[in-house]
């Protein structure tokens, strides 16, 4: 059985300040990886899929690195914003479609 | 582009009773999901369908049922709700490309008492 976790499980930082969240997981057999973010009261919205043959994954401000044989991946938010603040969750995608969650880190960013 | 709309966003159910939560998308997936979500922990797979007539059951049935008569909805049916079953609860639905991205309703918060 998949489990998937998030350290730390929540995280406070100054506006402006680089911002590293990690995921690991513990069978490497998967087909992909990907992070979401959760507002409060709201669903969740896809911000990164790495594919299991792919090491990283960027979209502006945003990275995402994959390492399978150690069973991690890394989101890098670059000069946060007040904006940024939310839940982040990272999700494991086995071969079979069905995604397993991590419990998620919810980020704060202070002005 | 409404994308994944779930009905009711709240609901406040009795012990015992039961309820339809709704669930439909217009993007024309084959694939759709049903996730609950409990304070502090991760989404947790109730029931998903790979297409119109086919379910099967995720990691937390219990309590649950579902049908996929169209490709558009998917409802999820409480029989007889119980205070475990107190929780966010969201629909989602992904094609067969671009690596199962999931799209995700805004959920229904749902309490029983």
């Known amino acids: 059985k998949q489990e998937v976790t998030q350290i730390p499980a929540a995280l406070s930082v100054p506006e402006g300040e680089n911002l590293v969240l990690n995921c690991s997981f513990t069978d490497s057999a998967i087909y992909n990886l990907q992070w979401f973010r959760q507002d409060p009261g709201k669903g969740l919205t896809s911000l990164l899929l790495?594919?299991?043959?792919?090491r990283e994954q960027t979209s502006g401000r945003l990275n995402a690195s994959l390492d399978k044989s150690s069973g991690r991946s890394t989101l890098y938010i670059a000069a946060s914003q007040p904006g940024d603040s939310a839940t982040y969750l990272c999700a494991v995608n086995l071969y079979d479609y069905k995604l397993s969650f991590g419990a998620g880190t919810t980020v704060t960013v202070r002005a | 582009n409404a994308g994944v709309t779930q009905t009711p966003k709240f609901r406040i159910l009795k012990i015992g009773q039961s309820m339809t939560l709704q669930c439909a998308q217009d993007m024309n997936h084959n694939y759709m999901y049903w996730y609950r979500q409990d304070p502090g922990m991760g989404l947790k797979l109730i029931y998903y369908s790979v297409g119109a007539g086919i379910t099967d059951k995720g990691e937390v049935p219990n309590g649950y049922n579902v049908s996929r008569s169209t490709t558009e909805d998917f409802p999820l049916r409480l029989e007889l709700a119980a205070p475990s079953q107190t929780s966010v609860y969201f629909c989602?639905?992904?094609?067969?490309?671009?690596?199962?991205?999931?799209?995700f309703g805004a959920g229904t918060r749902l309490s029983v008492l």
């Open positions: 989602a639905s992904s094609g067969t490309d671009g690596g199962n991205i999931q799209y």
């Open positions: 790495i594919q299991s043959s792919q």
